[in-house]
């Protein structure tokens, strides 16, 4: 088997949803990483290895790397998100956290939880992804080098330089940087020189090729099956060319590490290739004529799971709503809209939100994360396994979720609020990837900076006021059998809605008992639609309600 016909990439996710957008702990150095993969080997019989417990995490990030009680917490839920658990099982534990009715009982239920001890080493070390060097901060960004350089030179391919966390030739290139290191993390300590670094014959252990699975895959040829790097070396040609010795059975570091260094490419399955050669998604409503300088585009059709991407920039003034099987499990970006209000009504993997202005969001259940980057006067309505959110101004999130929202540094004037909203087959989506009701941490968010966990004066966020809330209608036909807001609305929230539906009435009832003859119930009416329109002008509803008159049926061309 010739080599070229092999092709390794770096996964997409532990850099999407796992890469913190925030500066790392000065701790999480290889040096103290180091130390850290020793220790916790020589500590297996006390849950350190090969999964490490919540509580000795605890133990090493508190008291060895001086990490405060809810950041170590933050890390290991983070990684926990992209842990592979069927939607039943994180069901289960949604249900025994919220009949948690002290810190305490809590801690003894977190005491349950264990990591891939090898693959949490190296997601600690990923988060150096977003590491802020003295010389960026100085000139604005890396200096270039022919390791880091893009491999295409087309600049819509580029994502910002910003996000690293969605730039696939990002991730390529910190890997290829700091190959050593990730090998090196996940060694046995008894193949480490006496100075602690690799030794020249050093063995690397089938253990430790499935740890480094958590941020390679690759493919044989020309075939579309992906597999996880331990499955593609455990076929016996390509064993050969990676250094596997059948008398050690172990592999090789030096060679194995060039075999890496001579197949590593670009993720076939990134943003970069999705937008160069993605179908396009057709839509179930949409303003014609000014999709013009929209890009929006998938691979939802040849990715595998969890590869699944969907890309949708410069979308302007459009109301667009979709709710496909081609969306469901996707990793979704959306890019520099404006003045838009876009509905994605289908369980999605992650969304990736930046850059946009004035616009809309109403998402299906998110397994992973929503991160909205950037971002100003825009609205996220959903239910998510965590939102993040970064250099943003302006904003409300309308949220249900079982983790405590990140507020990470450069945000100004944010509004947190309950969800509010529902459609026919919300509740299927929702347990569908593991996501429910309670617990529903929405208004307790944590703000982390540049100096870690931080309490900000002022503080970049508020609670939206219940005089301000209202329900959001979805306005499209769907199946299902949801027909209320999961899990309902807190106390305040629900009784400002009634206090405003009694409102209704008691007009209604005025009306009534003018008694009102037939020419002065038309002149009534005319007025009430008069300053109807004049508040829908006003307010900018017009747009949307403008937006949602269907186009003509043979305008509509499915795209996919």
């Avoid at 002290?102 to 990923?126: A, G």
């Avoid at 996707?330 to 838009?340: G, W, Y």
């Avoid at 450069?410 to 529902?422: F, I, K, S």
């Avoid at 005025?510 to 009534?524: G, H, M, P, S």
Wanted: proline share 7%; net charge positive.
């Amino acid at each position: 088997m010739e080599l070229h016909n092999v092709r390794v990439w770096v996964r997409m996710e532990p850099f999407l949803v796992g890469a913190l957008q925030a500066p790392p702990p000065a701790k999480f150095s290889m040096h103290y990483l180091r130390k850290m993969a020793t220790y916790v080997r020589t500590r297996a019989k006390d849950g350190c290895f090969p999964r490490l417990c919540w509580p000795m995490w605890r133990h090493i990030a508190c008291g060895k790397l001086q990490l405060p009680d809810e950041l170590a917490w933050v890390y290991f839920e983070t990684f926990d998100l992209m842990a592979e658990r069927s939607p039943e099982e994180r069901l289960e534990w949604a249900e025994a956290v919220s009949q948690c009715s002290t810190r305490e009982e809590l801690n003894r239920l977190r005491h349950k939880l264990s990591v891939d001890t090898l693959q949490f080493l190296l997601f600690l070390y990923t988060q150096q992804l977003n590491r802020v060097s003295l010389r960026t901060s100085l000139i604005g960004e890396e200096w270039p080098s022919p390791r880091a350089r893009s491999p295409s030179p087309d600049h819509e391919c580029k994502t910002s330089l910003q996000n690293k966390n969605c730039d696939d030739q990002a991730h390529l290139a910190f890997v290829q940087t700091h190959l050593s290191d990730l090998l090196e993390l996940v060694l046995d300590p008894e193949q480490l020189s006496s100075s602690g670094h690799c030794a020249h014959d050093s063995l690397l252990s089938p253990e430790a090729l499935r740890g480094l699975s958590f941020l390679l895959e690759g493919s044989v040829s020309k075939a579309r099956a992906v597999h996880p790097l331990h499955e593609l070396l455990s076929w016996a040609p390509l064993q050969t060319q990676a250094g596997y010795s059948k008398l050690s059975r172990a592999f090789s570091l030096q060679r194995l590490q060039s075999w890496l260094k001579d197949t590593l490419t670009l993720n076939p399955f990134g943003y970069t290739a999705c937008l160069k050669t993605g179908k396009k998604l057709a839509w179930a409503q949409q303003v014609e004529g000014t999709m013009k300088r929209a890009k929006i585009a998938r691979n939802t059709h040849n990715a595998p799971a969890g590869s699944k991407m969907v890309l949708m920039s410069q979308v302007y003034k459009q109301t667009l709503a979709k709710d496909s099987e081609k969306l469901s499990g996707a990793n979704v970006k959306l890019h520099r809209c404006n003045e838009s209000f876009i509905y994605l009504l289908s369980p999605l993997r992650s969304v990736s939100i930046e850059k946009c202005r004035n616009t809309t969001l109403v998402l299906g259940p998110v397994q992973t994360s929503v991160h909205v980057q950037s971002c100003e006067k825009v609205k996220v309505v959903c239910v998510a396994g965590r939102l993040s959110v970064c250099a943003s101004s302006y904003c409300t999130f309308h949220m249900l979720t079982p983790t405590r929202p990140l507020l990470l540094s450069g945000n100004v004037a944010l509004t947190l609020a309950p969800y509010h909203t529902n459609y026919p087959s919300l509740e299927d989506h929702m347990a569908s990837v593991g996501l429910a009701v309670v617990p529903n941490l929405w208004d307790q968010p944590v703000c982390l900076g540049t100096e870690g966990i931080e309490t900000p004066s002022p503080a970049p966020y508020g609670l939206l006021p219940p005089g301000e809330f209202n329900v959001l209608v979805v306005p499209f036909e769907m199946d299902g059998d949801t027909s209320e807001i999961p899990g309902g609305l807190p106390p305040p929230y629900q009784a400002a809605i009634s206090h405003r539906e009694q409102k209704v009435q008691a007009w209604q009832r005025t009306v009534k008992e003018a008694r009102l003859n037939k020419e002065q119930r038309k002149q009534f009416q005319v007025l009430v639609e008069q300053k109807f329109h004049e508040w829908l002008l006003e307010t900018g509803h017009r747009q949307q309600l403008d937006s949602l008159i269907p186009a003509p049926t043979d305008s509509k061309q499915a795209a996919g």
